[in-house]
């Protein structure tokens, strides 16, 4: 089993920086070796990715954040954090973290809670 828990959301002025971490915890789970994303969902709207982090330390953003967000993680702590600059109204959402462990059994999918943010002046 895998936990996924993010914190650090909370109201920001438009151009501030958050920067929400994802602990994850489990009896065999590690960071270092899964790939962890970053999603949001804003009212109304679907879930949408808006960054990756692999095994490997490669990271990937969508064009609506690449510059302002930068998602990282620190291996001792298991703990992945996205780090948001400039933010924007737009930006307002519940933001998720997620993971994929694959097992003999199959495919398994863990997200957190979520945690809000809100860019409002």
């Known amino acids: 089993q895998v936990q996924l828990v993010e914190s650090g959301g909370g109201l920001v002025q438009p151009g501030g920086p958050l920067r929400p971490p994802c602990a994850a915890s489990?009896?065999?789970?590690?960071?270092?070796?899964?790939?962890m994303d970053w999603y949001r969902q804003a009212p109304g709207k679907q879930r949408e990715l808006v960054a990756t982090i692999t095994s490997g330390g490669s990271t990937n953003y969508p064009d609506s954040v690449k510059g302002r967000f930068t998602i990282s993680r620190d291996n001792a702590k298991n703990t992945v954090y996205l780090q948001m600059n400039s933010l924007k109204p737009e930006d307002t959402a519940v933001y998720y973290c997620?993971?994929?462990?694959?097992?003999?059994?199959?495919?398994?999918?863990?997200w957190g809670q979520g945690t809000q943010v809100t860019v409002s002046s």
């Open positions: 997620k993971t994929e462990v694959r097992r003999i059994t199959g495919v398994y999918t863990y």
């Open positions: 489990g009896s065999i789970f590690s960071i270092s070796i899964n790939a």
